[in-house]
């Protein structure tokens, strides 16, 4: 099965420890990766801010990008998610339309592909520690992914897995949301912080950068001491 990657501007500029955790797991699975060259944004932060003729062109070279592949996984429910909108954005457009059909059929979070469409919960990882799982608001409510990721997470040998008290509630993200109300997402994401501390887990583990820098940031401003970590960070460790 080929697969091509879709980075993410937050994996690639932030933590690119994810994309190569995201080809390994890929490839222990049985997966050819390749790395289309020419992908870019998605989109997302132009088109929710209103800029839709600025965030047509990051999708139309995106279409470009992954024209030839088989399957575009990416190690977030958020840009993922972006992709599954395409078809809405591009409706009645004679050139792009077909174009972004075909991208937003082929196209999958991580979690979402390795257990819905190769039907893999079980990748041999172990790890040791009390983890606590946030359910980002895009991967759950855009693009629907609500279980893959728990099933993954409780296959991990050594994993003690921890519910998240109100987890549905939003860290305060929300891409640029978080910069145009700070001060009613610094009290969402202090209240998040709040739920995870109530879980005493060691580590807060999730599927989208942006939820993570965020609720990680906010707790290391408060001195705690829980691991913020992408998801691939567990499912590619082996003790």
């Known amino acids: 099965m080929k697969v091509s990657l879709f980075i993410t501007c937050l994996c690639d500029i932030f933590s690119t420890n994810v994309g190569k955790d995201t080809v390994?797991?890929?490839?222990?699975?049985?997966?050819?990766?390749?790395?289309?060259e020419l992908q870019t944004c998605c989109g997302q932060p132009a088109y929710n801010s209103g800029y839709l003729k600025d965030s047509k062109e990051a999708m139309k070279q995106m279409m470009r990008?992954?024209?030839d592949s088989e399957y575009v996984v990416g190690p977030s429910g958020s840009c993922v998610g972006m992709l599954r909108e395409y078809p809405?954005?591009?409706a009645g457009d004679p050139d792009w339309e077909e174009p972004a059909k075909e991208l937003a059929a082929k196209s999958y979070e991580l979690t979402q592909f390795l257990v819905d469409v190769i039907g893999v919960v079980d990748i041999g990882s172990t790890f040791k520690g009390r983890v606590t799982y946030h359910p980002s608001c895009h991967?759950?409510?855009?693009l629907g992914v609500k279980d893959a990721p728990k099933a993954l997470l409780q296959q991990v040998k050594g994993v003690e897995l921890v519910e998240l008290p109100?987890?549905?509630?939003?860290?305060?993200?929300?891409?640029?949301?978080?910069?145009?109300?700070?001060?009613?997402?610094?009290?969402?994401?202090s209240e998040k912080s709040q739920h995870v501390s109530?879980?005493?887990?060691?580590?807060?583990?999730?599927?989208?950068?942006?939820?993570l820098l965020n609720i990680g940031g906010r707790m290391a401003r408060e001195g705690k001491k829980v691991e913020v970590m992408h998801i691939t960070g567990i499912l590619n460790y082996r003790q």
């Open 166 to 189: 109100i987890a549905e509630d939003c860290c305060g993200f929300g891409g640029t949301f978080a910069v145009k109300h700070a001060a009613i997402s610094e009290q969402m994401v």
């Open 65 to 67: 990008a992954f024209r």
């Open 139 to 142: 991967m759950t409510r855009i």
């Open 198 to 211: 109530e879980t005493n887990a060691e580590f807060l583990v999730g599927g989208d950068m942006g939820c």
């Open 24 to 36: 390994e797991i890929l490839e222990r699975v049985g997966c050819e990766v390749d790395f289309p």
């Open 88 to 90: 809405e954005v591009f």
